[in-house]
């Protein structure tokens, strides 16, 4: 995800994707054993949209 479309996630929102993305990452990374996968900047690209929403979730925090 971009920056700006997270910015414009709630913060359930953002809670509900981050917790996607945290399986989908494990599942990638559980199912890279059995068959590597055809593109692995993905491993890259879903640590750092999770590093972004984690920051979104703690400007929504400190905000309040």
């Not at 997270?6 to 989908?24: F, G, N, P, Y």
């Not at 993905?42 to 400007?59: P, Q, S």
């Amino acid at each position: 995800m971009k920056k700006h479309e997270i910015a414009s996630l709630s913060e359930d929102e953002l809670k509900k994707q981050l917790v996607e993305l945290k399986q989908r990452f494990a599942d990638i990374r559980f199912n890279k054993i059995v068959e590597p996968p055809q593109n692995p900047m993905i491993f890259k690209n879903l640590r750092r949209d999770i590093a972004r929403m984690k920051t979104a979730l703690h400007r929504y925090q400190t905000q309040k």
